[in-house]
């Protein structure tokens, strides 16, 4: 019987605890928003691009002709001046062909002088031959053999000056070949980039090889920035803009919006328009090449009051009816915010104007600097909680 009654209570233990670690915990009221000010001051609108900063004046020198690199007279980060040698190609087969030019120009000349002595040698026969002919002493076969001849060494000699013309410019272009194989700067400025070493060969039978990258003036640069089509609307030149690199992820640098250039980019699906951006850089920290983070200020406003942009999108937890009613009357461009008045929640209609990063500019009659409203939680802290942490499901 002890036994029976033992084991009845530990059933009715076991029953009774079960059911309470099952049964639904007691839950704490959850907030329904976190409260955020009114404030007055500056907003500005930005549009975000990102971008790769390039000197403004970039020259690509190359070569026009073929040949091995004999010696570099400029290295990397080196200042030039425009003129300066910076390269030499071996120029020993290009002075072999302007000798061979030079002597078949000589050749050329010498053939056109004894065109020339031709032409007056005939000249002479035929007059002498005219001569006989009037005294009845030569036939006229004889004279007209006499005047073809003089023809075709007039002919002739004109065949020699083409032919002495053709030389001198054979002459000059190999002159110029030959010109060619010493590389000068073509502006001041400093090298970026080398991209050919000593006896090295270049070949320059389809496209001028690039030799060197020549900077204008590194104190001077632009970022090159991709702007999204639902933005490109937005953004004009003079506008002001800010950005930062990787570099310098405390500094932000300052410059200005110089073109909107037309020509479209697409990538993934997305259309692009490039925008270029003149940036002072006296300092010369900024380096080419480097990524930049663009902000372009496209609207801005002083003394105006800003609201949190989540207080915009906030909805109590009201029943649908209500809301149908507060909503009913707004327009185009007003929307609404809550002031928290104690523990009760009141409606206010705004006007929205400039959308910050952060913030939004709004204007109503009831709003005021320093007003409390009503924003959505950060973390939705409602979830039920156990009593005593514990749940078996």
């Known amino acids: 019987m002890i036994k029976l009654l033992t084991g009845m209570l530990l059933l009715a233990a ?63 980060n080196d200042r030039v001046e425009q003129g300066q040698v910076v390269a030499q190609i071996d120029p020993a087969i290009f002075q072999a062909k302007r000798a061979e030019a030079e002597a078949n120009l000589k050749i050329a000349e010498a053939k056109r002088d004894k065109a020339w002595i031709d032409v007056l040698d005939t000249k002479r026969e035929y007059e002498r031959q005219g001569d006989m002919q009037k005294k009845k002493l030569a036939a006229e076969s004889v004279v007209d053999a006499a005047r073809f001849a003089h023809q075709s060494a007039k002919v002739e000699h004109q065949v020699q000056l083409a032919s002495v013309a053709q030389a001198a410019a054979a002459l000059q272009r190999e002159q110029v070949n030959l010109d060619y194989t010493t590389i000068y700067a073509p502006i001041n400025g400093v090298v970026i980039s080398r991209d050919v070493d000593v006896g090295q060969t270049v070949a320059a039978s389809l496209q001028a090889p690039t030799l060197f990258t020549i900077a204008n003036d590194l104190t001077r640069m632009q970022v090159e920035a991709d702007v999204d089509e639902a933005f490109i609307g937005e953004v004009q030149e003079g506008q002001p803009v800010s950005f930062t690199v990787f570099a310098y992820p405390g500094r932000r640098f300052s410059g200005s919006v110089a073109q909107v250039r037309l020509q479209p980019t697409i990538e993934a699906g997305v259309v692009k328009y490039n925008c270029v951006i003149h940036v002072d850089n006296t300092d010369l920290a900024l380096k080419p090449g480097m990524t930049a983070t663009v902000s372009i200020e496209v609207a801005h406003r002083d003394d105006v009051l800003t609201v949190p942009g989540a207080a915009l999108r906030y909805v109590p937890p009201w029943p649908q009816e209500q809301l149908d009613q507060v909503r009913a009357g707004l327009e185009s461009g007003q929307a609404i ?45 409602a979830e039920r909680k156990r009593r005593f942490g514990l749940s078996l499901f």
Do not use: C
């Open 14 to 76: 076991l029953v009774g605890g079960s059911w309470y670690l099952l049964s639904e915990p007691e839950t704490d009221q959850a907030p329904t928003h976190s409260e955020a000010q009114v404030r007055r001051g500056a907003i500005s609108a930005l549009v975000s691009a990102t971008g790769t900063l390039n000197p403004i004046n970039t020259v690509l020198v190359g070569s026009q002709v073929s040949g091995t690199i004999q010696h570099l007279h400029a290295d990397f």
């Open 337 to 381: 915010v809550w002031r928290v008045d104690g523990t009760t929640l009141a409606p206010l209609t705004v006007s929205s104007g400039i959308i910050g990063e952060k913030r939004t500019e709004v204007s109503g009659a009831e709003l005021s600097d320093g007003m409390t409203i009503a924003v959505p939680l950060k973390r939705q802290d």
